[in-house]
């Protein structure tokens, strides 16, 4: 007879029957560093599982987003804001101003999965365009947003993405004019951008001390580095971005970006905003 984990006891993140879609939502602070080794250990599988969960491609996709104005003067910066404020800067937050990350911001919130059992899946944040490819960004704003939580959605979304291109290139092209004429593509690039105020500087800790609240146990790192290197090796690369803010608009409330800067992770040792 099955029993319900026990709090305090670590949650199995490898189960077949699941994909990193829904794994994401069992990761615990306390354990992130065992649940990093389990999941690189069963790496392929999971993909493998993820995949056989994606959504089928529909279409036609969204590929677009108008002006929220309801989104306007909200009285705290929740994830959806950060988006809304990265669309309407859009011209300017490009490039190196997003340190390379994409060149275009082509559209929010796009749901793969437009039936009404969803099966765990949500919403694309932000989809953009680097080098004519598709690029999944997925904005986080709290600290409470475990980082290992939020690169599972990342990966998940890219993988997602990979079972959709086949029927999305066709209107990828016409919307970007990006003609890729492969039905996959060699990588499929993932981005984890979150503020730096409310998210980075409350997740990664100033020194090797004890960590804080919202920061997981040193011993964290070394695998959640290993695991990046070998999602970048299955097609799935990472980028970390920490987005820079100077006040908030006066005319529309939302956050003023300035520039998205790199986090960079080493194999030892604490990450960095560059």
């Not at 291109?165 to 039905?183: D, M, N, Y």
């Not at 020194?207 to 964290?220: I, S």
């Not at 070998?230 to 006040?247: D, H, M, S, V």
Request: include cysteine.
């Amino acid at each position: 007879m099955k029993t319900k984990t026990q709090r305090g006891q670590m949650k199995d993140l490898t189960d077949p029957k699941k994909g990193l879609h829904q794994h994401k939502d069992h990761v615990q602070l306390e354990f992130m560093a065992k649940q990093t080794t389990q999941i690189l250990h069963h790496l392929d599988d999971l993909i493998a599982s993820t995949e056989s969960f994606a959504p089928n491609p529909v279409k036609p996709y969204k590929l677009s987003h108008k002006d929220r104005q309801d989104l306007n003067h909200p009285p705290r910066f929740r994830e959806i804001h950060w988006e809304e404020a990265l669309w309407r800067g859009r011209e300017r937050l490009t490039g190196d101003t997003v340190a390379g990350a994409w060149d275009e911001i082509v559209g929010l919130q796009e749901l793969l999965n437009r039936r009404q059992d969803a099966n765990g899946w949500g919403e694309v944040d932000v989809l953009a365009k680097s080098n004519n490819l598709p690029v999944v960004v997925e904005i986080k704003s709290k600290a409470s947003e475990r980082l290992l939580r939020a690169t599972l959605e990342a990966v998940a979304y890219g993988i997602a993405l990979k079972r959709a291109w086949p029927v999305l290139r066709f209107q990828w092209a016409e919307r970007t004019g990006a003609a890729i004429s492969k039905p996959y593509l060699a990588c499929y690039p993932l981005v984890v951008a979150a503020p730096t105020s409310t998210y980075w500087r409350k997740v990664i800790p100033a020194t090797d001390a004890t960590p804080g609240r919202d920061q997981p146990a040193v011993e964290f790192w070394s695998p959640f580095y290993k695991l990046l290197q070998a999602l970048n090796e299955r097609g799935l690369p990472l980028q970390f971005l920490a987005i820079e803010t100077n006040g908030h608009d006066e005319q529309c409330g939302l956050p003023n970006i300035t520039s998205l800067k790199k986090v960079v992770f080493v194999e030892s040792g604490l990450p960095k905003i560059l």
